[in-house]
């Protein structure tokens, strides 16, 4: 009869999976040191208990995510050592849900840490828990064209998250930041600038053959009229 397991042995195997998983995984490496990075910068500016438990939450879950995408991965190439089209699959997804845990990290982070770091000298951070972050609208309204690009590319079943497919993401994206600096009390030079941009990197994708004039209009126009609308409604 074999002798039970005890408490230590269950916990000296979780802590071997977790240490070789960033001894193994690139990914998991850099998650640990923005984890790191992110408590120190909490320490450093001494963020509020509520705000350090929420960074702290959010770090958990994107480690966590990548634990899970991780033992997914291991399990899909002993099950299926060849290539297969579900087992791309079952790792696009755990790989999908790492991606949508840091995004959400991410954003917390910034509302978080944001009012410290642009805190203009000698003024008071401003917690972005009772208070509006600096560029705060035009991260969520950039979110919020990633977003819709996304779900249009996945209805329209054609090109990659990346490239191709309707409506240009990359348009998209120029022209929403284009639209926030011309939203923006800067001067007409800048905003000339930054349309420029916009204008450059969406000829760049026709150009290059990635998507047609009318994938690029309708990126732009995503992007722009997003924008547009969201500091209208709320800016």
Known sequence: ????KG???SFNCAIEGFLWAVRTQ?????HCLVAVGVVLAGLIFRVTALEFILLVFAIVLVLFAELVNTACETLVDLASPD???LARRVKDVAAGAVLLVSVGAAIVGYLILSGYVFAPPGDQPASHLGGVAPGELAVFSLATVILLVVL???WAGRGTPLEGGMPSGHAAFAFSVATTVALAPVGSVVMLLTLSLAVMIA?????????SVQEVLAGAMLGAGVTWVLHLCFG
């Open 1 to 4: 009869m074999k002798p039970a």
């Open 7 to 9: 408490v230590h042995f």
């Open 26 to 30: 690139q990914h998991m490496r850099c």
């Open 83 to 85: 290539f297969h089209p």
């Open 152 to 154: 249009l590319k996945a």
């Open 203 to 211: 000829h760049s994708r026709i150009y290059m053959g990635i998507h």
